[in-house]
Structure formats: C-alpha cells, structure tokens
C-alpha cells in the first residue's frame, strides 16, 4: 500500500530536476499527478515514466488562464486535486544586485512568487469546496497561507533545499560547476555533500502524506546543515 493512494496531485516544473522526481516517486506512492511543465520534451519524458499515473499538461505557472485550464484538467481526467507542488522556478546567475538586469528581476518575481499566488487562488477553492483539502500541499507558500486556510483543514508548507547536481550549481553559486568548486561550496555544508533530488522527494512524500496530518506552516530546510 501506498502512502499516498487514491491521492491526486498537480506539480509544477515537473519536466526535470526535483519536479520530476517527485511526480515518480508520487506515483510509486499511488498518487495520480497531472505532470506541468512549460517544456513539451521534458513534461512528456516524465509522464512517459508511468503513463497509467502520469499525464502532461502544458503551462505557463505566469498565466492565471493557464492555472485555470490546469485545474480544468486536473479535475476532468482525475476527478479531484488533493496535493498542489508549486515547484517551478528560475533564477539568474548569482551576481551583484546591482547587476540584475530589470527584465531577470521580473522573471524571478513572476515565475518564483506570482506564479505560487496564481496557483494557490486557483487550488484553494476547490478544495475548500470538497470540505477535504487536509492533503493539500502548497511547497514555497507562507505561514499567513496556513493560518488562513487551517481552519478548512488545508495544510501548507515550504520546502527550503540545498542546491543540486540538477544543473542550476552555476546559477546559485555564481561559480564553475567544477570538482574544485563544488568541494569549497561543501565546506560550509555540516553533512558534508551537496542536495540530491532525492532528498528533497522524500521530505514531500512526507509532507504530503497522512503522517504530516497535524504539520502546517513549516519551512522545512532540506540541506544538510547548511543553514545553521
């Protein structure tokens, strides 16, 4: 049995990197997902995993008339959206401030924060709806989300992850991804590596699951000590 069964979820940014992994591993745990990516190849690779539990859908997490017809289709083909994985993000090349350009700003700020305000207006009121969104899952959402929609058993957390081997070490660091680099950055990691994309897959089955029933509001840092 597993420990999400019967459960369907939406996941954004689910062509690669850590949005792939936790469509797999979701469906490993019996959940339905709709697989969201506004990269064709990629969001269809993924689905093809598993075509009986996997199923594509493109979006732009920008448009709020894409997150409409991504609901749309959430509940046609699956009846129900119990867990939303706002994943999808971007980012630019870490560097001064002073040399992010304004059209990188507004990318960041719309991808990373307009596009989790579009996707929770858009999941929220179905949920509340059915009277059953205990499950619901909104990953790099606030705590004011969670003490608003706790009274209607709606669950919201944030995942914080370490950076990965999933191609973005450039971008977050502002370095080479090279042996030598990669080791300085380790340094200041107390357990010693850099994030894998399994480890963040874990923390969301969990967060997801019925062992996380009574768990809202937390900004869980997935990354090895980093932090501290």
Same mark, same amino acid.
């Given at each position: 049995?597993?420990?999400?069964?019967?459960?369907?979820?939406?996941?954004?940014?689910?062509?690669?990197?850590?949005?792939?992994?936790?469509?797999?591993?979701?469906?490993?745990?019996?959940?339905?997902?709709?697989?969201?990516?506004?990269?064709? $190849?990629?969001? !269809?690779?993924?689905?093809?995993? %598993?075509?009986?539990?996997?199923?594509?859908?493109?979006?732009?997490?920008? =448009?709020?008339?894409?997150? =409409?017809?991504?609901? %749309?289709?959430?509940?046609? =083909?699956?009846?129900?959206?119990?867990?939303?994985? &706002?994943?999808?993000?971007?980012?630019?090349?870490?560097?001064?401030?002073?040399?992010?350009? !304004?059209? +990188?700003? +507004?990318?960041?700020?719309?991808?990373?924060?307009?596009?989790?305000?579009?996707?929770?207006?858009?999941?929220?009121?179905?949920?509340? +709806?059915?009277?059953?969104?205990?499950? *619901?899952?909104?990953? &790099?959402?606030?705590?004011?989300?969670?003490?608003?929609?706790?009274?209607?058993?709606?669950?919201?957390?944030?995942?914080?992850?370490?950076? $990965?081997?999933?191609?973005?070490?450039?971008?977050? $660091?502002?370095?080479?991804?090279?042996? +030598?680099?990669?080791? =300085?950055?380790?340094?200041?990691?107390?357990?010693?590596?850099?994030? !894998?994309?399994?480890?963040?897959?874990?923390?969301?089955?969990?967060?997801?699951?019925? !062992?996380?029933?009574?768990?809202?509001?937390?900004?869980?840092?997935?990354? *090895?000590?980093?932090?501290?």
């Amino acid at each position: 049995m597993g420990r999400l069964d019967g459960k369907v979820a939406i996941v954004t940014g689910a062509g690669s990197g850590f949005g792939a992994g936790i469509s797999k591993r979701f469906a490993a745990e019996g959940c339905k997902v709709l697989v969201c990516d506004i990269n064709n $190849t990629g969001g !269809e690779a993924t689905a093809a995993t %598993s075509p009986s539990t996997l199923s594509f859908h493109k979006m732009d997490v920008t =448009k709020s008339a894409d997150w =409409k017809s991504t609901l %749309s289709t959430c509940l046609e =083909k699956f009846g129900r959206c119990d867990i939303l994985v &706002n994943n999808a993000g971007w980012s630019y090349t870490n560097k001064p401030t002073t040399d992010v350009t !304004e059209e +990188e700003f +507004e990318r960041v700020f719309d991808v990373n924060v307009k596009g989790v305000y579009l996707g929770c207006n858009a999941w929220v009121n179905q949920a509340i +709806e059915r009277k059953e969104g205990g499950k *619901g899952a909104v990953w &790099n959402a606030t705590k004011g989300l969670a003490a608003e929609y706790g009274q209607h058993q709606i669950r919201v957390n944030s995942i914080c992850p370490l950076v $990965t081997g999933t191609g973005l070490f450039s971008a977050f $660091t502002g370095m080479q991804d090279t042996p +030598e680099n990669r080791q =300085k950055f380790i340094g200041n990691v107390p357990m010693g590596r850099i994030g !894998e994309v399994e480890d963040v897959v874990n923390a969301c089955v969990f967060m997801a699951s019925e !062992e996380a029933k009574f768990i809202t509001g937390v900004n869980l840092e997935v990354d *090895g000590g980093r932090c501290i």
